[in-house]
């Protein structure tokens, strides 16, 4: 089962010439969390780095995340993370 979750971003992020207001993430894969560690808590970069994996979205774009839409982005991530493990 494939799903996905969507996220309207509070603040949409200018990337070039377009204006990104929606994430979508799909379902978390075994090699997406190859760079996760298991021996301590993950890093906000190691975190930002699995969020923009799961959406498709460049580092650079989830690094432009406002504190408000990356609070709900991690919350979605445990979210993934729990289905699937």
Do not use: H
């Not at 993430?25 to 906000?44: C, H, K, N, W, Y």
Request: proline share 4%; net charge negative; charged share 35%.
């Amino acid at each position: 089962m494939s799903e996905r979750m969507e996220y309207k971003l509070k603040s949409p992020i200018a990337w070039g010439n377009e204006t990104i207001e929606v994430l979508a993430f799909r379902e978390v894969e075994a090699g997406d969390l190859f760079d996760i560690p298991t021996d301590r808590a993950p890093s906000m970069k190691e975190m930002v780095t699995l969020a923009a994996k799961l959406c498709g979205q460049d580092l650079v774009v989830m690094k432009k995340l406002k504190g408000r839409d990356l609070k709900d982005v991690m919350d979605i991530l445990g979210k993934q993370l729990d289905a699937s493990l």
